[in-house]
């Protein structure tokens, strides 16, 4: 699907591929160390091949994947968004979201959360849960917007999961 952002650059979301695999590798050495450290809560530096495996090649049920490429630069991804269903709570999944550094603040966490919550709750996901940093605003800020009614538990540690209750009608 098309879109502008709000600095008129054109983008296009699209699920994840296997032939995603070197892509996403090259995103994420195009990240901040602070973008790393918001998604990841630590130091990533790259993805074993076992990883990329496990994040391009989904079912698209219990574990979906956007991608967003940049149509100024082809093929380039600048942005990815993931849920994956948790096995013991099926009715819950644990939701990602990461925005290439140029990027953030356009819009695009926005039309990713929107578009994950949709296709979350068409697979019958009621819930999304993330665990993040305390201080990352943007993040928590997402899934209030997502959220019908949020849940938030502190780790002590400087980490939040939040539990984001979503709209029946994402």
Known sequence: MHHRLTDGTPVLIRPIRPSDK???AAGLRRLSDL???KRFLAPKHHFSAA???YLTEIDGHDHVAFVVESLEAPARIVAVARYVRLREEPDTAEAAIVVADVLQGQGLGS????SLAREAVGHGVRRFSA???SDNRAAHRLMARLAQQLERRYDGAGHQELVAELPAAA
């Open 51 to 53: 990883e990329l495996r």
């Open 35 to 37: 973008s790393v450290h």
């Open 111 to 114: 039309l990713l959360a929107d």
């Open 22 to 24: 070197a892509e996403l």
């Open 131 to 133: 665990t993040m940093l």
